[in-house]
């Protein structure tokens, strides 16, 4: 009894200490127009915009401003670095409900994603019926 005891007590030590499934989608991720930093935030997961081909002004190096936010207050933060993804929580092996604010319009977007595998993510951004959307593909940086 002893020993089934002990095996039910180191099983049950490795397993908590594994990643769940769900924090897969923690880490660095790049496809052809954006690269950002997925965190946890709470029960959901958020992202940080690191970089996007329309981050900088003419001169590479200066990063433009969040012009078109509807918050008058935020219009002149930088866009590099901003929480542009949040409440994206996971449900039944994909993430959904999420919030996607668009630095090119100021808009925000309902999210979706599901990892396709350990290095690959596929999210659609939209309104209203995610059939109309957009579909970005990840690759993971790190």
């Known amino acids: 009894m002893k020993k089934y ?3 039910i007590l180191v099983l049950v030590s490795v397993t908590s200490s594994a990643q769940l499934p769900a924090d ?3 880490g660095i991720w790049q496809c052809e127009d954006y690269k950002i930093e997925v965190f946890k935030s709470g029960n ?13 002004e003419a001169d590479g190096r ?9 918050d ?3 219009k002149t933060r ?3 670095g901003i929480i542009h993804i949040t409440q994206l929580a996971f449900e039944d092996g ?9 630095i090119q319009d100021g808009n925000t977007y309902s999210l979706k994603g599901k990892l396709k595998s350990a290095e690959e993510l596929e999210t ?3 309104k209203g019926v995610p059939m109309l959307g957009k579909t970005f593909k990840w690759k993971r940086v790190k």
């Open 44 to 56: 959901t997961y958020s992202a940080k915009l690191l970089w996007s081909k329309d981050m900088f």
């Open 5 to 7: 005891v002990l095996a």
């Open 124 to 126: 659609r951004g939209y």
């Open 72 to 74: 008058a207050k935020l």
């Open 24 to 26: 897969k989608i923690i």
């Open 78 to 80: 930088s866009v590099q």
């Open 94 to 102: 994909e993430y959904v409900n999420g919030k996607l604010y668009s």
């Open 62 to 70: 200066t990063p433009k401003r969040d012009s078109k936010n509807p």
